[in-house]
């Protein structure tokens, strides 16, 4: 019989058969044993499942159910996870040599610490894979993420009690749901800020996030008017006064370009 994981990956998946076994293979080539694969499925109708059978590795489950969007994938695949350690990539994305094992391990030595924030690349495929190295300051707190999300959802990993704690992620947002859970945890906790690079975020043409900056901005006003605290009323007017100048700018520009 399998031994329980400690760590579950989650992967949302919708037709990525171009991306899936890349992303698969970061995981378990990642030194750590202790960990299955969620490959939370919007029932592809690509060669995904296929692929996904081809690597034939028992961590990986492949879960198919037709999802309103990765945000109610994740839900799912949150409920149906093994591990008491939650982490999750795009399809297109991967984790860098031995991000897991830090990962594991930070969570072993820290039974205090409730989730964990680490730094990464963003990879241009489409320019010749130009990388952007992303750093996050010393300290990670609510201030600052209300100031404006620094996080790569791919170098956050968190404790399954802790995403019940907090709530599910909310799945009328569409495009920053993500974001809202954020703010969410470090109201609770301030997260354990990790200053390595553990993911590889991938800019390729296909992301969401690239297509809808004006759907984000405006969700993310919205995330920000749910924070009540005052005593972070100043920060939160700034930042959603930021999305306002970014809606504007994305506008004129669509109608210029």
Not at 61 to 84: C, H, Q, T, V
Not at 168 to 187: H, M, Q, T, V
Not at 233 to 254: D, E, G, T, W
Request: include cysteine; glycine fraction near 6%; charge should be positive.
């Amino acid at each position: 019989m399998q031994k329980k994981p400690f760590l579950t990956v989650l992967i949302p998946s919708w037709n990525s058969e171009s991306f899936i076994a890349r992303g698969v293979r970061s995981i378990l080539k990642n030194s750590y044993r202790g960990i299955e694969v969620l490959i939370v499925d919007n029932n592809s109708t690509d060669a995904t499942r296929d692929i996904v059978a081809s690597l034939k590795d028992d961590r990986v489950i492949f879960s198919p159910k037709k999802d309103k969007g990765m945000y109610e994938a994740l839900n799912r695949g949150i409920k149906e996870a093994n591990g008491e350690i939650i982490c999750w990539i795009g399809a297109d994305d991967r984790y860098e040599k031995g991000a897991l094992k830090i990962i594991a391990g930070s969570f072993m030595l820290n039974q205090n610490v409730n989730w964990i924030v680490g730094e990464g690349k963003f990879i241009f495929e489409n320019e010749n894979n130009r990388t952007v190295y992303h750093q996050l300051p010393q300290k990670v707190s609510a201030d600052t993420i209300i100031k404006g999300n620094p996080l790569i959802s791919p170098s956050v990993a968190f404790r399954k009690s802790f995403f019940e704690k907090a709530g599910c992620f909310n799945e009328s947002y569409k495009y920053a749901s993500d974001y809202d859970l954020w703010i969410k945890f470090s109201l609770m906790q301030d997260p354990l800020v990790i200053h390595t690079a553990l993911s590889l975020f991938s800019f390729n043409g296909s992301n969401i996030s690239s297509k809808n900056k004006i759907k984000i901005y405006r969700e993310t006003i919205r995330i920000l008017s749910n924070v009540k605290n005052k005593k972070y009323l100043k920060i939160r007017l700034l930042n959603q006064a930021r999305m306002i100048v970014y809606i504007c700018y994305n506008f004129m520009y669509s109608l210029i370009k």
